[in-house]
């Protein structure tokens, strides 16, 4: 019986995506659940997977092809099964399995990734449930490999070792950009050409809270399993204050109406290897340090496996992202629209500072409000930010609502 694939129901904001990877080819065998191709959509990339036994009998679009929510994209012939040749990847799975007596069980794309850097899954430890083989479990196996095994196997394959380019010759390659570059580049672009943007800065100490983190964060961690106490916990927190305070920077414009937001969902930009993207902490008024803590890692952890979903990134009142991250000392981030303001926070340096008269070495931040001028007078931007750092020196106010 022939089965259809189709491609998911993609969320009102989103129109299209395109075919990123096929992982099957016509004639392949393939057992339910195994993956089968990657949609890439202006925000996430979604797999698709087999939905039982069978064959591929053929694919009805090819990478870069663009689809539609619901749209056929490839068939496949249930029950039917390919004979493995002597050789093939099933044949050596199958004997690896044999040889063992142990088998291991493994994700689809683990089992690719360890296929491509010929890594054998024997000798890969599962994070997973029952001891399952994760993608980032191959992915740490091929990081924990010796630069003397590295540059042993380069010397004695011939075949993966690049030759030089002869001197003078300047190599250049032209590659699509990813739909979701693309969308990240259109929506930078419309913010520049349709927002009136200014940025204000101003510091803050963090003494006092890298205090409360040194003194506390291990029974933190042992009170709030899942949870690490960081930095970006309190900033949530005094941030959603000093929204509480402004409603304008908690605002948004639509057409020539301004939408005040009863509630504060604040996004929290993750950068990933297909570009940034920003999860969104719903209702933070009602999050507790801990809360935040652990939403984060967890969004973290989704955005490294490429797991997050449209809607965890849908929405948002305001952004906050951390430069400091990199390394960066100032930066003047830009708006996420529809919101009307987005917070920069970085590197955290110390550097000498007067108080009460006498000049101390202090480990200072440098923060960046970044906000829409034509919803947002300076005075506002300018005391918003102030409230921030007032509750970050000093972090009893963040308790007290003060």
Not at 157 to 164: G, L, R, V
Not at 372 to 396: C, Q, T, W, Y
Request: proline residues 5%; hydrophobic residues 40%.
């Amino acid at each position: 019986m022939s089965i259809d694939i189709k491609a998911p129901t993609f969320p009102e904001s989103v129109q299209e995506g395109s075919i990123a990877t096929w992982h099957k080819k016509p004639g392949e065998s393939v057992s339910r659940d195994d993956l089968l191709v990657d949609i890439e959509t202006d925000k996430v990339v979604l797999e698709v997977v087999a939905p039982a036994d069978g064959i591929v009998a053929e694919t009805l679009k090819e990478e870069g092809d663009t689809v539609l929510s619901n749209e056929i994209i490839a068939r496949i012939n249930e029950g039917e099964v390919v004979e493995s040749a002597p050789g093939s990847e099933v044949e050596t799975a199958k004997e690896a399995v044999d040889s063992s007596g142990e088998e291991k069980i493994a994700s689809p794309s683990a089992r690719k990734l360890a296929s491509e850097q010929g890594i054998d899954l024997h000798a890969v430890a599962g994070s997973g449930k029952d001891g399952r083989i994760t993608k980032e479990d191959v992915v740490n196996t091929t990081r924990a490999v010796s630069p003397k095994t590295q540059a042993t196997s380069s010397t004695t394959s011939d075949s993966h070792t690049p030759m030089p380019a002869p001197v003078g010759e300047r190599v250049e390659k032209r590659v699509p950009m990813t739909r979701m570059r693309t969308r990240i580049a259109d929506r930078l672009l419309q913010v520049t050409q349709t927002t009136a943007m200014l940025t204000t800065f101003n510091e803050v100490d963090m003494h006092k809270v890298m205090d409360l983190r040194s003194e506390f964060k291990e029974d933190f961690s042992k009170i709030h399993p899942g949870a690490r106490l960081g930095f970006m916990g309190f900033f949530v927190r005094a941030a959603t204050e000093a929204l509480k305070r402004f409603p304008s920077v908690n605002a948004s414009i639509d057409g020539t109406d301004v939408i005040y937001h009863g509630y504060q969902d604040v996004g929290v930009a993750v950068s990933t290897d297909k570009g940034l993207v920003v999860p969104v902490l719903r209702n933070t008024e009602s999050m507790s340090i801990a809360d935040i803590e652990r939403t984060i890692a967890e969004f973290g952890g989704k955005a490294r496996d490429g797991k997050l979903t449209i809607e965890e990134m849908t929405g948002g009142t305001f952004t906050i992202t951390n430069g400091g991250t990199f390394g960066s000392l100032m930066s003047t981030p830009i708006l996420n629209p529809p919101q009307a303001a987005i917070l920069g926070m970085h590197a955290i340096k110390e550097r000498p500072i007067a108080v009460n008269g006498s000049v101390v070495i202090r480990p200072m931040m440098n923060l960046a409000l970044s906000y829409d001028h034509r919803l947002i007078d300076g005075r506002e931007a300018v005391s918003f930010l102030v409230a921030i750092k007032e509750m970050i020196e000093n972090p009893a106010k963040i308790l007290l609502e003060m």
